[in-house]
């Protein structure tokens, strides 16, 4: 199994709708974060949550929400999808010590029509 | 706000030639470095780090970076590309005493067999 596991892998959903992309880690990873990938951007911090009761905004968090449910556990929902939240998602993990650097899950494709 | 850019966007090289990568970052203070590659369709891995030391610095699969920093730059090469060095690279900066990476907008490479 994947360290880092994301789902849906892919998901095409009507604007207006309500979404959730879910991310589950077996790091034991006390740091998760969520990022957006578009072409020639690379990759913008939406949110990020330093432990379950400690969650905070990114560069971009406008439109979303997130959801640390447990440790191992980071939702991000979109309330009211809009095509431009059209991306490729990533979470990510890290531990308390930087030096081991990020994590990614394979990411969630989603396309907003 | 720390930023970093990859002037790069698109490369496309014939097997066997040296790559290197440009990557510069806006922050003047200590500032821990990071590339990372992405296979067609996978999650980003990590190549190569850099938190102090010799600024020299080698990774997996014959990649290397150096760090100069009167320059602002952590440059990715390698002397001798191969097909399956094709993906997207991306350069990425922490604070030393943070944890919060921020992505350049990464280099697409294409190598030609």
């Known amino acids: 199994d994947a360290d880092v596991t994301q789902t849906p892998r892919n998901r095409i959903t009507k604007t207006g709708k309500r979404i959730m992309l879910e991310c589950s880690q077996t790091?034991?990873?006390?740091?998760m974060y969520w990022y957006r990938q578009d072409p020639g951007l690379g990759l913008r911090l939406i949110y990020y949550?330093?432990?379950?009761?400690?969650?905070n905004k990114g560069e971009i968090s406008d439109g979303y929400s997130v959801s640390r449910q447990a440790q191992a556990k980071f939702s991000l929902s979109l309330e009211s999808a809009i095509p431009n939240q059209t991306a490729l998602y990533f979470c990510?993990?890290?531990?308390?010590?930087?030096?081991?650097?990020?994590?990614f899950g394979s990411g969630t494709r989603l396309t907003v029509v | 706000a720390q930023s970093v850019s990859q002037h790069n966007h698109h490369v496309i090289l014939s097997e066997a030639a040296s790559l290197e990568l440009g990557c510069n970052y806006s922050y003047g203070g200590t500032v821990n470095l990071f590339w990372y590659v992405q296979y067609p369709g996978q999650h980003l891995q990590l190549l190569l780090k850099?938190?102090?030391?010799?600024?020299l610095v080698k990774g997996i699969k014959g990649f290397e970076a150096e760090f100069i920093k009167s320059k602002f730059s952590f440059n990715l090469r390698k002397p001798s590309v191969q097909w399956s060095d094709t993906a997207e690279y991306f350069c990425a900066v922490t604070l030393h005493a943070g944890n919060m990476l921020t992505f350049g907008g990464g280099t697409r490479l294409m190598v030609k067999p």
């Open positions: 949550s330093f432990d379950v009761k400690d969650i």
């Open positions: 790091k034991g990873h006390d740091r």
């Open positions: 850099y938190f102090s030391g010799d600024p």
């Open positions: 990510a993990t890290s531990p308390l010590d930087r030096n081991y650097g990020y994590t």
